[in-house]
């Protein structure tokens, strides 16, 4: 059937290749596309280029677009058989002044490197990335499937033949072919614990021959509707030598530590095994600090405040900010019926993206459905029963987020701040050569708010646990 469309092919070069002969022949279709742009014998790719790269979930505040990183050079070597995977990149911060981005704002030139490497627990699920990162992924995906279908399509009146498959996430999966044969649009969804179910989109243009072999010189990338990837391609070399090892970053993720935890005062316990977050004890209810991470780091952290603070409800948790990696946790806390205490421009987010379907993976919320509430702060909340109190402060002239809270607990002389100051494994001795315009921020906000601070909890806390102190956090702006 493939030699019968190849020389269907043959005749009608030049014109529509979308007969009607082939239209539910996936196969066929799919022979062809690989056929049109050198990729039957291709083992593996190593392309190279420059552009941006735009991080996910950490934009400044919930209505703008995911933060913008410069990627001066961009290298990705993909081996096929077996499957494997190695990108590098050196970028820099796009914005100036860097605005939303990592834990801190990167200062100089990053270098990245990610590896899958053959054999390892990220392989099994490498092929949807694949397929949506270059055409012969998608062809590979598209061929091994059992249910893909061939359709046409016209859109924006131009006509495409259409592969349809459902991806190892279980998400529909679809290419769109032009009259050639090529390969320019693919569009799929993936699960995102904050925003559920979100539509993911690349689009290859820019077709150039590369020692035999068609590769979009353009690629673009978006999820939830924000671009998160924009390659200009400059270098691509067909079947090189592939050798992809664990290297530095295709260790397997380790397991989730347990949650355990430090006494701070009576009452008041720093819940540590992955990002930091609190437990107060009130008379009649349970308020946790930050809900971060995902499902199962909320699940650990409300585990042990119920253990800490037995046969009391957690009524409140409050949100530091916005980005997913301190929001992701959120939607356990709303399944448990507590309230969300939130900066007031964080509400109406959470509001819509929570009413998103989480259908690729349920949490806890999309299987027992529940109205999220909210309590939300201005400049100032207290939350008190007399014994304990815990104020929220709105932390001002804060490029990281607009929408940040800083908890401090007065009686105990305790901070909690996020992403403000992450202080390294060792304590700092003496200033950095760069001072980060985040760690200026926060002393700025302790002191405007006038607070005696003598304890900081990073909600990412260094690695061995240790105290933070406001000395230290002097030392790192050049003040101590």
Known sequence: MIKKSMAVLAVLVGSSWIASSWQNDAKSVIATAAKAIGAENLKSIEYSGSGYDFTLGQAPNPSSPWPKFNDKTYTRLIGFEPLGSRMQRVRTQAENPPRGGGQQPVIGEQQQNQVVAPGSPQAATLMDDLM???????????????????????????????????????????????????????????????????????????????????????????????????????????????????????????????????????????????????????????????????????????????????????????????????????????????????????????????????????????KAPKKPAFKTVGEKMVLTDGTHTIELYHMTNFLHHDGMLLAYLPKEKILLEADAFNPPAQVLTQTPATISPYNQSLAANIERLKLDVQRIIPVHLPADNRKVTMTELMKAIGKG
């Open 132 to 366: 949506m990162s270059v055409p012969y992924g998608f062809l590979r995906a598209a061929s091994a499937a059992p249910d893909t279908k061939v359709t046409s399509k016209t859109v924006g009146g131009k006509k495409y033949s259409v592969l349809t498959f459902t991806a190892l996430n279980k998400a529909p999966a679809s290419g769109y072919l032009n009259n050639q044969g090529i390969l320019e649009r693919v569009e799929t969804k993936i699960d995102n614990n904050v925003l559920g179910d979100i539509p993911f989109e690349t689009t290859f243009d820019g077709y150039k021959d590369f020692g035999g072999v068609k590769f979009p010189t353009h690629i673009v990338q978006k999820q939830g509707g924000f671009p998160v990837l924009d390659l200009t391609i400059t270098d691509v070399k067909p079947n090189v030598p592939v050798s992809i090892d664990q290297g530095k970053g295709g260790a397997p993720a380790a397991a989730p530590a347990a949650a355990t935890s430090e006494k701070l005062g009576d009452g008041v316990y720093l819940i540590l095994g992955g990002y930091g977050a609190l437990a107060v004890e009130m008379t009649d209810h349970i308020v946790v600090v930050e809900g971060p991470q995902s499902d199962q780091r909320a699940d650990a952290v409300i585990a042990e405040a119920k253990r800490l603070i037995p046969n009391k409800p957690i009524r409140y948790v409050v949100n530091t900010h916005s980005h997913f990696d301190h929001a992701g946790g959120l939607r356990a806390f709303v399944a448990e019926g507590a309230t969300v205490i939130t900066q007031e421009i964080n509400k109406p987010y959470y509001e819509k993206i929570w009413a998103n379907p989480h259908t690729l993976s349920p949490d806890k919320l999309a």
